[in-house]
């Protein structure tokens, strides 16, 4: 027996285990303190009512014989959700079919599964800082990674290079690109110009775009794209991926879904033309058996109106709370990004400190807890995330001690 050793090049901490040892650590020390989290993107609200009560509709459906329910058919989820799903991308603009729409249990799984479907020769591009399900999903294949760097100089939001990418002295072209947008974790979202200019690349080096929209509805500027398929040429290089933990509160319902247009094909190694969406129906028919019936339901409820009218209350909450730090950071002239169109705020650590040593230094003298940017890449090593998932009011308490810290 071998194990998979690229597993052993692995982070031996993943980011929020070593924070949870830290915290654990200080209230061992300090069990007095009232600590405040704004680290983890936990949400808060309940789930909407209108929610709820289709779950419960749900589940007594199943208690009855006559209207039990089993394996969902298809395995890409119930007609009555994809249908939902789709309505709602036609509400802003973008086009995709119930049938190009594949429901899973939260977009994590899908971005770190959806590598299956691709080759481990596949050069990956990856924009730093980032999500640590990107990077770590392909380490543990031994795909071979690049960087495109966001940082000040781009507003996080990173490009592509004309000239390729330096990989072990040799300039390569990437065969997926990962993008983020609203980002986790820097809060900066594409233009449509930049999400096109990047639709261009793919299609000039023949990659494939991995597009992470699990934060879409925290945008308020309708001139930024809230789905890549809003964008022209779309649908022959991109996957997309939504969640609705942080819009619907399903952190602990699990429930997102992901588009593989059917226009999406590439060609076999024979010659052979083949559909990326034909695959990944291969493959999730033998690794996955769906997203329970009363989940489904209850993620249907989130897409009628009553629904978004409820569903939006907590997303307006959140915003408040992200007003409340942006705000906050700017009346003591921190640099930031994210906060308004984003329920992340990424700011520069004061005091010139690393981001970890701020952490330390926040937790020790004001019991706060964010996010260390090193955990999200070389870019992040002086930066610093709050989400704005928390409590109102210990959002507020949590401004006041930032405040009291560093003046």
């Known amino acids: 027996m071998k194990v998979n050793e690229n597993y052993l090049k ?3 901490n993943y980011l929020f285990i070593r924070i949870a040892e830290k915290i654990k650590a200080f209230q061992a020390e300090h069990p007095e303190k009232k600590i405040i989290r704004m680290g983890i993107g936990d949400v808060t609200q309940p789930l909407a009512p209108v929610v709820v009560e289709a779950m419960k509709k749900a589940a007594d459906e199943l208690a009855v014989k006559e ?7 298809s395995g890409a989820g119930y007609d009555f959700l994809r249908n939902a799903v789709s309505g709602y991308y036609k509400s802003f603009g973008a086009d995709v079919p119930a049938c190009d729409i594949r429901i899973n249990d939260g977009a994590k799984s899908d971005c770190g599964n959806l590598v299956d479907i691709f080759d481990d020769s596949n050069i990956i591009l990856i924009t730093d800082p980032a999500y640590p399900v990107y990077v770590d999903s392909n380490l543990m294949n031994g795909r071979r990674i690049v960087y495109a760097d ?9 490009m592509p ?49 991995l597009f992470d929209a699990a934060y879409e509805a925290f945008i308020k500027d309708s001139s930024l794209p809230r789905s890549i398929y809003q964008l022209e040429g779309s649908k022959e290089v991109a996957i997309e991926m939504c969640s609705l933990s942080k819009t619907a509160g399903f952190t602990g319902v699990r429930c997102g879904y992901t588009v593989i247009p059917s226009e999406l094909k590439t060609t076999a190694s024979d010659g052979t033309e083949v559909s990326l969406a034909q695959l990944w129906n291969r493959r999730e028919g033998s690794k996955f058996n769906g997203v329970s019936y009363p989940v489904q339901r209850a993620a249907e409820a989130v897409f009628t109106p ?23 950071l700017s009346e003591l002239n921190i640099p930031f990004t994210g ?31 964010g996010t260390p940017g090193a955990g999200f890449g070389k870019n992040g090593v002086n930066w610093f995330r709050l989400t704005a998932f928390g409590d109102n009011q210990e959002t507020e308490e949590a401004m006041q001690r930032l405040r009291s810290m560093i003046k």
């Open 10 to 12: 692995l982070e031996k």
């Open 67 to 73: 209207t039990f329910r089993g394996y969902e058919d």
């Open 150 to 158: 966001s940082d000040e100089t781009n507003g996080f939001c990173a």
């Open 161 to 209: 290079s004309p000239d390729g990418y330096l990989l072990e002295d040799q300039k390569v072209y990437p065969d997926i690109i990962y993008l983020c947008s609203p980002n986790n974790p820097t809060g900066a979202v594409y233009t449509r110009e930049q999400l096109s200019e990047w639709i261009a690349y793919a299609k000039a080096h023949n990659a494939v775009i």
């Open 306 to 328: 009553e629904g978004q009218k409820q569903v939006r209350e907590s997303i307006l909450y959140y915003q408040k709370n992200a007003e409340l730090i942006a705000g906050t």
């Open 339 to 369: 906060g308004i169109n984003s329920p992340y705020i990424w700011f520069k650590c004061p005091f010139a400190l690393d981001s970890w040593s701020f952490f330390d230094k926040m937790l020790h003298e004001i019991a706060v807890v």
